[in-house]
């Protein structure tokens, strides 16, 4: 590799985050004026037990002190005049009339995932989509300009692309070693890391045999209404064709576009995609296999989740020109930043990849600011540099040291043409081991430790 070139400066084709507009939103959520014909100020028995009575405390500004009015979403104005959908956070801009399947193509995502497979359909995403627009005022991909529309797609596409392989990985991986399929229903064969073989896919050692129980994903101090029942759970049958399998309904580990995991967010998103919280803590397995649910948690997670005490939503990050905040509050507490040597810090590499592409693909004219997320932006120069990140090449210049020279644009593509080098990059068979670990980042897979050799022969001179 030629040595690093010297006294050139960095000049990187990304948007830099706009300084915060002075006229907040309304906040659809607060009950101060909630009055007149049709508004009326309810609890949320999601957030904590509570009577609409209540809230009636909460009309007044002066009560924001006092319970129930200082719990965050406890009590939020209905109109009544409109389904009763809690809505989520307002980002100030105005409508486009342009809907979101018209920015984001059939042609772009059969670029970006052309080994996508059920039940990441690319109808199956927009009807989702469809339906959620259709209960709430703050649309998605569907706020502000054009270009703030492909900003956010680019962002939602990179980040799920990066957590689900491509598209092609619906359950995380070891949780879901070996997946059985019986007359009976799905059955999962849980594999610690050390014993799973990567290259085949296959694990030979259970982690529930021999009366072992599995209990990961279950935070068991937390029940309904606020978290899914969970508990041990062990094999379906000590013996016979379901030895070392358990049932997957019973667990809530990764799965679906953003790897939904844990028993709270499975209730949560249950209530806003199926209006139920039963529907996926009964059958958490959907998220894995109907697109309302592989889609739809992953877009509950982008809209709706708010880190707590933030007033803010991975929505609201791409729309202010964000990607390193939208990955705070995905993957925040392993990725910003990444141990070094650690599984994550390569795995950063691959969510690169996958933003890049899909800003290339989706025609955006700047990346997003990767502030937000400490560490990315280092991570996304020492990735071009050290040639790891083939696809960003074109989101970056070498300059003279010059801080006014204006950034450079990709080149224009034709829509439907896949260059060979992502192409290549798709179908690397590592790549279909890129899942949602345990969120707890404790293991590293022989693959990034297979990566982490490679960077460093990179950076070697």
């Given amino acids: 590799m030629p040595p690093r070139p010297t006294h050139v400066l960095l000049i990187f084709s990304i948007l830099p985050t706009p300084p915060p507009s002075s006229a ?9 004026e909630c009055l007149g014909d049709g508004k009326k100020c309810i609890g949320d028995q999601s957030v904590q037990a509570i009577n609409d009575e209540d809230c009636i405390l909460c009309l007044k500004s002066s009560s924001k002190w006092t319970w129930p009015c200082n719990v965050e979403g ?13 809505p989520t956070l307002p980002s100030g801009l105005e409508q486009s009339a342009k809907k979101p399947c018209e920015v984001f193509t059939r042609d772009m995502f059969d670029e970006i995932a052309p080994n ?4 990441y359909t690319y109808e199956g995403l927009c009807d989702v989509i469809d339906t959620l627009n259709e ?17 956010e797609w680019a962002a939602f596409v990179g980040h799920t692309t990066h957590e689900s392989a491509q598209y092609t990985a619906a359950r995380e991986a070891l949780p879901c070693a070996r997946t059985v399929e019986l007359g009976s229903g799905t059955y999962c064969k849980p594999c610690a890391e050390e ?5 085949n896919r296959y694990c030979e050692v259970s982690l529930v045999s021999n009366g072992q129980m599995y209990e990961e994903y279950c935070d068991k101090t937390v029940t309904p209404p606020f978290g899914c029942v969970c508990g041990p759970t062990t094999e379906v049958d000590g013996s016979g064709e379901l030895k070392g399998l358990m049932n997957p309904n019973f667990v809530y580990f990764g799965r679906g576009a953003l790897q939904l995991s844990w028993n709270a967010n499975y209730l949560r998103a249950s209530q806003v995609l199926a209006e139920s919280a039963d529907t996926l803590c009964s059958q958490p397995d959907l998220v894995a296999t109907d697109p309302t649910y592989a889609w739809g948690t992953a877009l509950w997670f982008w809209n709706f989740n708010r880190p707590p005490g933030e007033e803010t939503t991975c929505h609201i990050q791409s729309l202010k020109g964000s990607f390193g905040g939208s990955l705070n509050i995905i993957n925040g507490g392993l990725e910003c930043p990444a141990h070094p040597n650690s599984y994550h810090a390569d795995a950063i590499v691959t969510r690169l990849r996958y933003y890049c592409i899909a800003a290339s693909v989706i025609g955006v004219k700047r990346l997003l600011s990767f502030d937000g997320c400490d560490g990315l932006a280092q991570k996304f120069e020492d990735c071009n540099l050290s040639g790891m990140c083939p696809e960003c090449n074109e989101w970056m210049m070498l300059a003279e040291v010059d801080s006014d020279m204006p950034t450079k644009m990709p080149s224009p593509r034709v829509p439907t ?7 290549a990059w798709a179908n690397e068979d590592w790549m279909g081991e890129i899942k949602r670990r345990d969120s707890s980042g404790g293991w590293i897979s022989s693959l990034a430790a297979l990566l982490t050799c490679l960077m460093a022969s990179y950076l070697i001179y």
């Fill in 195 to 199: 014993n799973f073989d990567w290259a």
């Fill in 417 to 423: 043409h896949t260059p060979t080098i992502w192409r």
């Fill in 24 to 32: 907040q939103p309304p906040d659809p959520l607060s009950c101060v």
């Fill in 135 to 151: 209960r709430y005022d703050e649309k998605l991909f569907q706020m502000g300009s054009l270009e703030q529309q492909k900003n």
């Fill in 74 to 86: 406890l009590c939020w104005c209905w109109d009544t005049s409109k389904p009763k959908f809690k």
């Fill in 116 to 119: 996508a497979v059920d039940p």
